[in-house]
């Protein structure tokens, strides 16, 4: 399997002829790849994580491409029909040949008097998991994970904590469309750190930047 970094927190995996892509938002930059794409992952609704528009445009153009998703984003895409499908904590589900089984049920913390909306992540062929906008720890082991690296929700004691339960084989940066030149500087350096800690591989991929996953 190939995994490949877009934009801020979409990524994109290819097997074989198939191609899966995860929360193509609005800082993405992921519209030829989502026009290419067999199907859709979403863990939630704020728009770095989904552009609606960009998703309806796809779909119209390709009427084989169907969605997995939170409930909020499903029923806000109701109108889709039989093609956009809810999952939850817990689910297991056949995309396009991938195996995903779904971990995680809230978004983490962004005001203190505002519940957390819905927020799915998704664990790929046992291989990848993308966990959204959570600390989520699956229940099986992850050996590549989608890393958050930088958001409103996240202090840097919290991203170490979360790789010391996860204790991937290795981990790439995503959520980290909102930081400039430096921050990326200092953000990719604590990821290695904790990489190091653990004795493995953690790093930031750049846009574009693809890497082959062989398992474990």
């Known amino acids: 399997m190939r995994l490949t970094k877009?934009?801020?927190?979409?990524?994109?995996?290819?097997?074989?002829?198939?191609?899966?892509?995860?929360?193509?938002?609005?800082?993405?930059?992921?519209?030829?790849?989502?026009?290419?794409?067999?199907?859709?992952l979403i863990t939630h609704e704020h728009f770095d994580h989904i552009d609606a528009d960009g998703l309806r445009k796809a779909?119209?153009?390709?009427?084989?491409?169907?969605?997995?998703?939170s409930r909020v984003v499903a029923e806000n895409l109701a109108d889709l029909g039989g093609?956009?499908?809810?999952?939850?904590h817990g689910d297991s589900v056949s995309v396009v040949g991938f195996d995903v089984h779904v971990y995680g049920e809230d978004h983490e913390i962004l005001h203190p008097d505002v519940p957390?909306?819905?927020?799915?992540?998704?664990?790929?062929?046992?291989?990848?998991?993308h966990p959204g906008d959570a600390l989520t720890v699956p229940s099986e082991p992850v050996r590549t994970l989608c890393l958050p690296g930088?958001?409103?929700?996240?202090?840097?004691?919290?991203?170490?904590?979360?790789?010391?339960e996860v204790r991937p084989e290795r981990a790439f940066v995503v959520h980290?469309?909102?930081?400039?030149?430096?921050?990326?500087?200092?953000?990719t350096?604590?990821?290695?750190?904790?990489?190091?800690?653990?004795?493995k591989?953690?790093?930031?991929?750049?846009?574009?930047?693809?890497?082959?996953?062989?398992?474990a």
């Open 6 to 40: 877009l934009g801020h927190a979409c990524v994109q995996l290819t097997k074989d002829d198939r191609t899966l892509i995860i929360d193509p938002g609005a800082f993405s930059g992921a519209d030829d790849a989502l026009a290419a794409s067999d199907a859709v």
């Open 59 to 69: 779909m119209a153009e390709h009427p084989e491409l169907e969605v997995w998703t």
């Open 83 to 88: 093609r956009v499908h809810q999952v939850g």
């Open 116 to 129: 957390p909306i819905p927020n799915v992540g998704f664990l790929v062929d046992g291989e990848v998991f």
């Open 150 to 164: 930088n958001a409103p929700w996240l202090k840097i004691p919290e991203l170490f904590a979360y790789t010391r």
């Open 176 to 187: 980290d469309g909102l930081l400039n030149d430096i921050g990326l500087q200092v953000t």
């Open 189 to 199: 350096r604590w990821i290695e750190t904790a990489g190091e800690e653990l004795g």
């Open 201 to 215: 591989d953690f790093r930031r991929l750049t846009p574009g930047e693809s890497v082959e996953l062989a398992g």
